[in-house]
């Protein structure tokens, strides 16, 4: 049982982090970021390892629940739904073939590689699911009081919107393919967190997706 302290920062942390996702935060970093000049870590760098350690505390007693109950984590499950998911993606990707223009890929030196893996595979993937999955679906489910399968819609379609940056980097048909993996893969993650009850179980789907993502990004980046 959710104590009503808890209840109360995750709604404040929803609504923190719902305007912080959604710009707040870009705005903050080119606010403070002339007070970081010379700084081993910048702005951008700084927000996100605090974004992160505060997502670990507002949710640390529903991961730490999730990381004591691993062994009912049926990994047959993940992967089954990673795959339908993948196929589906794919679809998505051969339908859009030939007609997407995206933006140009980034140069990076070792260290932006390294920082870029980082935040792909570990950050991103347990900042993404405790907002998207632990934060929105209290949120819908307590204080709108929609149905799971509304919630599981709502809760992937701003999971998609989460990744706007890069769905406005190339066209238009650029943008819908993504939006469309992004919301696929959204869907993915909601069942199983429906299904398990256990945040974990995103987490792990989420990070796998991540890190078969950069394997194709560090191809392409070391070619």
Known sequence: MRSKKMEFNILIYFILFSVG????FSYLKELISPYFTGFCFDAGKTIYIIIFIYSLIVFFPI?????????????????????????LGAIVMAMFNGSM?????PKLDSGGVINKILMVT???????????????FFVLKNYIKVSDGICLLISSLIFALFHYKSLIEGNANFAICYFLIYFILGIGCSYLYFKTGNIISPITMHIIWNVSTIGGYLVKYLS
């Open 122 to 136: 570990i950050f991103s993937p347990i900042i993404e699911e405790l907002y998207s999955r632990a934060a929105v």
């Open 101 to 105: 223009k995206n933006g140009s890929m």
């Open 63 to 87: 991961w730490n629940d999730g990381l004591k109950n691993l062994k009912k984590i049926d990994m047959n499950e993940i992967i089954s739904v990673l795959l339908v998911t993948a196929i």
């Open 21 to 24: 996702f959604f710009g707040g």
